[in-house]
């Protein structure tokens, strides 16, 4: 450093951008379904009609409100996962995976013995074995950018890739999860698991689907925020992200908070793969995971790293999910149009960093 | 009956191969200039899309292949804005841009063509070339191939002699490695990038009309299924090298081909572990226990002057 | 005729001015040295020539036409050539690609380049393998392929920035050499350098630069050299003392260390830290470290002199616990700490000011009472979480007692100066517990005047209170301020040592450069 004052003077004169990191997440969720609006202006179905059918679908009934809420669910956990590996600058966009395998592996666990097991543990068990199986995928990350230095955004990508075939390949073969051919049906899918290992219905009088994940998820907002923003493993993770030499230095063991980053951030992803499967879809399918991946990788980049943006995208995307779909059923618009919506907020806000990063050197 | 299964094994492991030579070449050459483009399997649906629709509209395969590239290029053009000029997340910009393409392509095509659309899409013709049919085994899969089929491999050869003996190539591989020095001997670091991404996106929009004009004639929702990200592993594989990566691409297309090759030799190989080999290989070769190729200094790394 | 002329030439960085109102003629043939304190704006207005910034303000005229370089392309298109302090060349490229690099031909001619190296070698005796790969060569070797490329182009003016600061003496000699060589051929040179030693070889002409404005310039031929250097730091050398004389590196100009250090140097006690025959080998193999012994008794400071580059920064890692030796043992206070991790290394009473503050340090980004407790993040937690408050009160009283200067504890660390940054690394470093011995590698590098005598104030004050002091600096006017010992390091050895009063630039310097044993 020639001129130790040049840049201090230069950053102190920056405007606060804490607003802007606000509003870019809000203004580009805005602008994507003004545009989403527009092209279904565009196909001459009416708008009106779309919209309704889609506020139906999200929450025209209890039954929608719950499913949507369902949905939510998964999403926010994907999304906490993805802000707790950010927090050690580490980009978790193997969600894909890490659902398929927590959500292969609760299944096996529900199949195999956790049905007969006494006092709830029926569905707990499959949970922390699909828990268990996530961390495995994305401490496997973590390991090979803490040992080998790989980056963690194309190992996980590949991960996800590994784990897809994996699932199709149990869904399959009939040595392990598929279930056998009946005269009803010999798609390649598992049986179903026994209802002792179904998740609990919060609600089991009005018909809502809404189950006791939505506590799990509660439980698990507040515990990363915790984490995060108010202990000391928060600060050591950003620390390790932000400098690990320096971290080194002064005594923590970087490679260790890499893995866990990465392992609680699988993690996550694997306990959201088994409440999808013990919550509401009951069997294991090899597409089952189909987008939340990367649905949950959209609403951790809406949340700048805050656990209440999670809460707030994962909502917007759960009810959106559900809204696209009851459209394309009832008013006949592709819901592909939602897609098009999430693509463009991830690219406006991903394009509007040079506006909200303080410092975007290096 | 065994030669025959061998010669449609050879001709569908090259015609699988074919889109991801030619996005996995282009990848290579934008990777070496330091931008990676996880938006390849956008770009490239895309393209399948443009030139199927095109193919259709205007009764040529010929001008569906241009207007694929057209349109690839185009989405190029906006992630080099993007992830060079606005300094974004190149990987976070490519998955957007991935969930942009499959939700254009999939609401377009249901828009136009309708969801119960069968008509048949002009395609690219084979070539038949007498003389190579008649080698032995390899000799039917080889002609049977389109004309684009062989520009993939014109274009590894090309993109080879712009890296190794032109001074674009050299501006390419500095500006990979070290923006700053490059940016020193007066090399437009942005220029370079630029071309260096719409020379991906040019080459993915050929990968990808392959697929929609002369591999399937139609069009499929999601039609790449992640072709463009076994492109990007085939380019990790090969180790930043066009021949290396050649091969990824061919042994990629053949690890594929096997799917339809094991069952018909009655061969007891879970397809599924079929379909993840490629990517267990590309997992071991980043996480570097194979290969010697080292990866560009600044992949991945926008380029600011001073600070 | 002046080739190159600014006029009114400012230029800003936020609110802070770098370059102020600079009017400068460059004559043709002439070798044109800019002195100045770091900080001065001497890399900034190289900068502005080389187009890397654009001015705020001021034109400038090249060879008579207007010239507003927007990069540098334009620049280099226009003749203007410029070696900086850090090395712009492609580590895994040979010296041929790096010299073809930038050169209009669409297709590569390595032919017609090797044709051109082998014509400079024999005009300036710049020789080197053209398939030589970058990351093989040395700092000197790296150097002169710099020079070489900006010599291929026949330029009219050769800008060199610091050029002489990673250099080995004899190396030094021969750059000059080539510059008056440059300047011989009708081209012109400007040198921005701080050592004054060099500007009376070299120089033509000299611009003292100060705070962004020029004091004065000068032609050379029969100058006061002491008048130049009061126009550098803005007081006499002799009344400012030791700092100063450390800053502008005048030659033999500085008292013995006793006569002008009032306090007594505590005797020194018992060996707190022994290095024996510790061996560092790099990836390339190439002993860094070859077979150094040093101890540093409790209650006494040791400097390190040496070029820069003779293994300082590899002994600076090996004690933060950030490299293993290959071979050889470290013992702090009686605990063997060889090859521990940087915890263990604390725990034994180490602490650290490292060479790179930016990159080891601290963190930047984190707050300054996060930078306090860096090593001891859990100290301050209730059930589990953090107890900020607690926190900020201790940080509070850190702060006050090292004198850092911050508006809160909360504010980010980037947000301090270089001064304060530093003040905040001793305060955590030498606030330790237990703590018996302290390593400053280049403490005051990049720091202000009055910064740097708070740090020197800072190791002095620990030497009292017993602690043993490795001081690592290059600047040899500063070691022979502090130390009450200096040991001279020449690659990866320790080839000779003085103790204070017996202190003298010139046997230093001679064993800097592997000349002479004492």
Redesign the interface.
């Known amino acids: 450093?020639?001129?130790?004052?040049?840049?201090?003077?230069?950053?102190?004169?920056?405007f606060d951008v804490r607003p802007l990191q606000v509003m870019v997440p809000v203004i580009s969720t805005v602008i994507a379904l003004g545009i989403g609006v527009l092209?279904i202006a565009s196909?001459g179905a009416s708008v009106l009609g779309a919209i309704d059918a889609f506020w139906d679908g999200m929450a025209g009934s209890d039954f929608n409100i719950g499913a949507s809420l369902n949905r939510a669910i998964s999403l926010a956990l994907v999304g906490l996962g993805f802000i707790f590996a950010g927090r050690a600058n580490l980009?978790n966009?193997g969600g894909e995976g890490q659902i398929a395998m927590g959500g292969m592996f609760a299944t096996a666990a529900a199949l195999h013995g956790a049905g007969d097991l006494p006092l709830g543990l029926a569905f707990v068990v499959p949970l922390v074995v699909g828990t268990a199986a996530g961390a495995l995928w994305g401490g496997l990350a973590g390991f090979?950018k803490a040992a080998?230095?790989?980056?963690e955004?194309?190992?996980t990508?590949?991960?996800s890739?590994?784990a897809?075939?994996?699932v199709?390949?149990s869904v399959?073969?009939f040595h392990l999860l598929r279930k056998p051919i009946s005269d009803l049906s010999s798609l390649p899918e598992s049986p179903e698991i026994p209802d002792t290992t179904k998740l609990p219905l919060l609600f089991p009088d009005n018909g809502s689907p809404l189950h006791i994940g939505l506590l799990i998820a509660a439980v698990a907002v507040v515990a990363v925020w915790?984490v995060l923003k108010?202990?000391?493993l928060?600060?050591?993770l950003?620390?390790v992200g932000?400098?690990a030499?320096?971290?080194?230095?002064?005594?923590m063991r970087t490679s260790l908070h890499v893995v866990l980053a990465m392992t609680v951030s699988g993690g996550f992803g694997g306990l959201a793969g088994a409440i999808m499967i013990l919550g509401q879809q009951f069997y294991l399918t090899s597409d089952f995971s189909s987008g939340y991946g990367?649905d949950g990788?959209?609403v951790g980049?809406l949340s700048r790293g805050s656990a209440a943006g999670v809460v707030i995208g994962a909502l917007l995307f759960g009810f959106l999910r559900s809204g696209s779909i009851n459209m394309e059923i009832s008013a006949n618009v592709?819901s592909?149009?939602?897609?098009?919506?999430?693509?463009?907020?991830?690219?406006i806000i991903?394009?509007?960093?040079?506006l909200t990063n303080r410092?975007?050197?290096? | 009956m065994i030669d025959e299964q061998m010669a449609v094994f050879i001709g569908s492991g090259l015609r699988l191969a074919v889109p991801i030579i030619f996005a996995a070449t282009g990848e290579m050459l934008s990777e070496r200039a330091g931008v990676l483009n996880l938006s390849l399997d956008g770009m490239m649906l895309m393209s399948a899309f443009a030139a199927a629709l095109t193919s259709w509209a205007t009764g040529s395969p010929l001008a569906g292949v241009a207007a694929g590239v057209v349109v690839a290029t185009a989405v190029a053009a906006v992630q080099a804005v993007l992830s060079v000029t606005l300094r974004a997340n190149q990987l976070v910009v490519g998955i957007g841009f991935n969930i942009l393409a499959l939700g254009t392509t999939t609401f377009l095509y249901r828009e136009i063509f309708g969801p119960l659309s069968r008509d048949p899409i002009p395609g690219l013709a084979q070539l038949n070339l007498p003389w190579l049919a008649s080698i032995p085994v390899i000799g039917p899969a080889l002609s049977s191939q389109t004309g684009l089929a062989y520009v993939s491999i014109l274009m590894v050869i090309v993109t080879w002699l712009l890296l190794k003996y032109t001074s674009f190539g050299l501006a390419v591989r500095a500006v990979g490695e070290d923006p700053r020095a490059a940016d020193k001997a007066g090399i437009s670091v942005a220029r370079t990038r630029y071309l260096g991404v719409l020379y991906a996106g040019a080459l993915a929009g050929l990968g990808g009309a392959f697929m929609s004009v002369a591999d399937s004639n139609t069009f499929t929702e999601n039609m790449t299924k992640g072709a463009g990200y076994l492109a990007i592993t085939a380019v990790i594989f090969g180790g930043w090298n066009p021949w290396y990566t050649l091969a990824a691409c061919l042994l990629f297309g053949f690890a594929t081909a096997l799917q339809f090759l094991v069952p018909a030799l009655q061969l007891d190989v879970p397809v599924a572990l079929l379909l993840l080999l490629p990517y267990l290989l590309a997992l071991i070769a980043i996480a570097g226990f194979v290969g010697k190729g080292r990866q560009p200094g600044a992949l991945t790394i926008p380029f600011e002057r001073g600070g | 005729m002046a080739i190159l002329e600014l006029s009114g030439l400012t230029k800003r960085f936020g609110a802070f001015t770098a370059l102020d109102n600079i009017s400068l003629g460059i004559e043709r043939g002439e070798v044109h040295c800019l002195l100045g304190e770091n900080g001065a704006g001497k890399s900034t207005l190289c900068n502005l020539i080389f187009g890397v910034h654009r001015p705020d303000a001021g034109t400038m005229v090249l060879s008579g036409e207007q010239f507003q370089p927007r990069g540098p392309a334009e620049a280099l298109q226009r003749g203007i050539v410029m070696v900086h302090q850090h090395f712009s060349l492609v580590p895994n490229m040979s010296v041929a690609e790096n010299l073809m690099l930038g050169r209009a031909s669409a297709v590569l001619k390595p032919q017609d380049i090797i044709v051109r190296m082998g014509q400079l070698a024999a005009e300036y005796g710049l020789e080197i393998d053209p398939d030589a790969l970058i990351e093989d060569l040395s700092v000197g070797e790296r150097q002169r392929v710099e020079i070489i490329k900006c010599l291929l182009g026949d330029p009219r003016l050769l800008v060199l920035d610091e050029p002489t600061a990673v250099l080995q003496p004899d190396e030094i000699d021969a750059l000059l050499a080539i510059c008056r060589q440059v300047a011989l051929r009708g081209k012109s040179v400007i040198l921005v350098t701080h050592k004054l030693g060099e500007i009376g070889r070299v120089a033509d002409r000299t611009t003292v630069l100060r705070q962004g404005r020029i004091i004065e310039t000068v032609t050379m031929e029969g100058a006061d050299m002491r008048a130049l250097v009061r126009s550098m730091v803005g007081r006499d050398v002799q009344s400012a003392g030791s700092v100063l004389a450390a800053a502008v590196d005048i030659e033999g100009k500085v008292p013995a260390k006793s006569a002008m250090d009032a306090v007594d140097p505590t005797s020194s006690g018992e060996a707190v830290l022994q290095i024996s025959d510790l061996v560092y080998r790099d990836a390339h193999g190439l002993a860094r470290l070859d077979g150094l012994n040093l101890t540093v008794g409790s209650g006494e400071i040791v400097g390190i002199a040496g070029v820069e580059g003779n293994g300082q920064t590899e002994l600076g890692l090996i004690l933060a616990g950030l490299a293993s030796p290959s071979t050889g043992a470290i013992v702090v206070g009686g605990t063997p700490v060889t090859d521990c991790t940087p915890q263990q290394i604390t725990d034994a009473g180490v602490g650290i000011v490292p060479e790179d503050r930016h990159a080891v340090a601290c963190i930047k980004e984190l707050s300054v009472a996060e930078n306090l407790f860096l090593g001891a993040i859990g100290k301050f937690s209730r059930f589990g979480l953090l107890d900020k408050s607690a926190r900020r009160k201790a940080a509070e009283a850190m702060m006050r007692e090292f004198d850092v200067r911050a508006s809160s504890p909360d504010v980010s660390m980037a947000s301090l100066s270089g001064g304060n940054q530093q003040k905040a690394v001793l305060a955590r470093e030498l606030s330790l517990d237990p703590l018996v011995f302290l390593l400053a590698a280049q403490p005051t590098r990049g720091l202000d005047v009055g910064a740097i005598e708070a740090v020197y104030n800072r190791i002095r004050a620990a030497r009292d209170r017993g602690l043993g002091v490795l001081l690592i600096s290059s600047e040899l006017e500063e070691l022979m301020a502090v130390s009450d010992r200096i040991a001279v390091i020449y690659r990866g050895k320790l080839v000779g040592e003085l103790s204070a009063g017996s202190f003298s630039r010139e046997a230093i310097g001679a064993m800097m450069s592997g000349h002479a044993h004492v």
């Open positions: 450093m020639k001129i130790p004052k040049f840049a201090e003077v230069a950053r102190g004169a920056r092209i196909t980009t966009v090979l080998r230095g790989t980056n955004v194309i190992s990508l590949l991960l890739f590994i897809l075939p994996l199709y390949w399959e073969s915790l108010h202990s000391p928060g600060v050591r950003r620390a932000l400098n030499t320096a971290s080194r230095r002064a005594g990367f990788l959209v980049l592709p592909a149009v939602v897609l098009i919506c999430q693509g463009l907020i991830v690219i991903a394009g509007s960093t040079i410092k975007a050197s290096r």
